[in-house]
């Protein structure tokens, strides 16, 4: 199975939306919002921000391994 690791997240205050690749080796607990500069955390249950506000969910869970 190959691994996307391009990603758009999409803040949930604002609704700007950006395409970023996703670390493989570490989950992405924060991320800065570069319009409105909100800090978003993942939502309860989620492992990284990618899982909760991505297209795409994390590397570790594409491949259903434990995330961080």
């Known amino acids: ?7 758009t997240i ?3 205050k604002c ?3 950006k395409e970023e690749t996703m670390p493989t080796d570490a989950c992405q607990y ?6 409105c500069k909100k ?3 993942p939502l309860q249950g989620d492992c ?3 899982c909760s506000y ?3 969910q994390c590397p570790p869970m594409q491949q259903d391994k ?3």
């Open 30 to 35: 924060f991320y800065e919002c570069e319009s």
């Open 66 to 68: 434990k995330c961080c």
């Open 54 to 56: 991505g297209t795409i």
């Open 39 to 41: 800090v978003i955390k």
């Open 1 to 7: 199975m190959e691994i996307v690791l391009q990603s």
């Open 15 to 17: 609704g700007h939306k």
């Open 48 to 50: 990284c921000v990618y």
């Open 10 to 12: 999409t803040c949930p």
